[in-house]
T-cell receptor, first 122, second 111 residues
Framework: QVQLVESGGGVVQPGRSLRLSCAAS????????MHWVRQAPGKGLEWVAV??????????SDSVKGRFTISRDNSKNTLNLQMHSLRSEDSAAYYC????FGYGAGFYMDVWGKGTTVTVSS | QSALTQPASVSGSPGQSITISCTGS?????????VSWYQHHPGKAPKLMIY???KRPSGVSNRFSGSKSDNTASLTISGLQAEDEADYCC???????????FGGGTKLTVL
């Protein structure tokens, strides 16, 4: 079945870096745009970034632009999020999600992972 | 850009209908027919319930429906059931600069 499994979360000090990964299975990964979405404790969902199916187009929220980089390895069915200069407000559960429609970088997320938690604290 | 505005909570009794509003601006909700709604049970993965304002993905009950008027989108759940109790979050495309913006989420309580 279609599955997304995030990994790489943990506790990190402010200003440090962390890399999240998402392993995809059960669908043609290289045909779909992929997203990262986060949810801080007690808050709503916040979209973070999207990458097109072939990795050529990437979009970011203003809150992470310049600090986070989304990437994908279609040969390994893996989505990544490299996070630099982490702040306390980046603490959240991070979800990877598959785009509903194939090709390009869309804006509907039809399959989600269960999330990995990032805590930024000294 | 600020999150889309949703009521913090709504409630209803089994069998009743409820509507959750999602207010944005002409730069997002009002500017595009690209609104979606997600159901999120705590500790579980969010689930896409509505896309393109009114469309339901395969497998989503027809008790869920979406609409939009000007800068406000709405999700209506008819024939409320206990399992509908969850957080509901709206989402809109907002142009190539902002791209995607979520609402703050609404907690639905089935009384």
């Amino acid at each position: 079945q279609v599955q997304l499994v995030e990994s790489g979360g943990g506790v990190v000090q402010p200003g440090r870096s962390l890399r999240l990964s998402c392993a995809a299975s059960g669908f043609a990964f290289s045909n779909y745009g992929m997203h990262w979405v986060r949810q801080a404790p007690g808050k709503g969902l916040e979209w973070v970034a999207v990458v097109s199916h072939d990795g050529t187009n990437k979009y970011y929220s203003d809150s992470v632009k310049g600090r986070f980089t989304i990437s994908r390895d279609n040969s390994k069915n893996t989505l990544n999020l490299q996070m630099h200069s982490l702040r306390s407000e980046d603490s959240a559960a991070y979800y990877c999600a598959k785009d509903l429609f194939g090709y390009g970088a869309g804006f509907y997320m039809d399959v989600w992972g269960k999330g990995t938690t990032v805590t930024v604290s000294s | 850009q600020s999150a889309l505005t949703q009521p913090a909570s709504v409630s209803g009794s089994p069998g009743q209908s409820i509507t959750i509003s999602c207010t944005g601006s002409s730069s997002d909700v009002g500017g595009y027919n690209s609104v979606s709604w997600y159901q999120h049970h705590p500790g579980k993965a969010p689930k896409l319930m509505i896309y393109d304002v009114t469309k339901r993905p395969s497998g989503v009950s027809n008790r869920f429906s979406g609409s939009k008027s000007d800068n406000t989108a709405s999700l209506t759940i008819s024939g409320l059931q206990a399992e509908d109790e969850a957080d509901y979050c709206c989402c809109s495309y907002a142009g190539s600069s902002t791209y995607v913006i979520f609402g703050g989420g609404t907690k639905l309580t089935v009384l």
